[in-house]
C-alpha cells in the first residue's frame, strides 16, 4: 500500500477499517450461546468521559432513563433508580471497577415496585424474578480520536430476560452515542 493510501485510510476511513477488523475477528471466534448480547460501537470521546457517561447519574438519566447509585468499587452495592423506584439487593454489586477501561455489575432485581414503576405485567415479573441474575459489561478501548465501547451482558440461558434487554440495548447505546457526540441525547421513544 502506498503511503500516500495508508494516510488516507488512517484520517478518513479509521472507524470503517475497525469495524471489518471487530467483525472479521467475531466471525473467527466460536459461537457465543444465544443468550449473550453483544454490541460495540465507537464514539468520537474520550475513555474518561465515556466513564462519566456510564457512572454519573446525571449522565445515565439522560440517555438512559435511570440512575444509580454506588461508589464504582469492587464489590460495592448498587442502587438502581427508575421511574420512582429505588431496587436494593444485597446481590446487585459492582463485579469490575478498572476506570477508563472496564467495568462490570449485576443486573438489578426485579422488585414489585420495579414493575409498576415501568409498566411490567406481574405475571412478566414473576417470571423474570426467578432467572439467574444476569451481569453487565462495559469495555472501553480508546482508538485515537475514539473509544470503541463494547457491551456484553450474559443472561440465563432459560429465560426470557435476554429477550427484553437484547431489544432495549441498541437504542440506550444509541443515545449515550448521540449524547457524547452532540451534546443532546436521542428523543425518548
Excluded at 471487530?22 to 466513564?51: C, G, H, N
Excluded at 415501568?118 to 485515537?144: H, Y
Aim: charged residues 25%; aromatic residues 12%.
Amino acid at each position: 500500500m502506498t503511503r500516500f493510501a495508508e494516510l488516507w485510510i488512517s484520517r478518513f476511513d479509521r472507524g470503517r477499517v475497525n469495524a471489518l477488523a471487530d467483525l472479521k475477528r467475531a466471525l473467527e471466534q466460536p459461537p457465543m450461546d444465544s443468550k449473550t448480547f453483544v454490541y460495540t460501537t465507537y464514539i468520537r470521546t474520550t475513555p474518561e468521559r465515556l466513564w462519566q457517561a456510564l457512572t454519573d447519574s446525571a449522565f445515565t438519566e439522560q440517555y438512559w432513563g435511570l440512575s444509580f447509585e454506588s461508589d464504582w468499587k469492587k464489590g460495592s452495592p448498587l442502587v438502581w433508580k427508575q421511574g420512582g423506584a429505588t431496587v436494593s439487593d444485597p446481590d446487585q454489586i459492582v463485579l469490575v471497577s478498572d476506570p477508563y477501561r472496564q467495568l462490570a455489575y449485576t443486573w438489578h432485581s426485579f422488585t414489585d415496585e420495579w414493575a409498576k414503576a415501568v409498566g411490567i405485567a406481574e405475571d412478566v415479573r414473576a417470571q423474570i424474578a426467578v432467572e439467574r441474575r444476569s451481569n453487565v459489561t462495559f469495555d472501553l478501548e480508546p482508538q485515537g480520536d475514539q473509544v470503541k465501547l463494547t457491551v456484553t451482558h450474559d443472561f440465563d440461558p432459560e429465560g426470557i430476560v435476554h429477550g427484553m434487554c437484547s431489544q432495549g440495548w441498541p437504542p440506550v447505546l444509541s443515545s449515550l452515542k448521540t449524547l457524547l457526540e452532540t451534546g443532546e441525547p436521542l428523543p425518548s421513544r
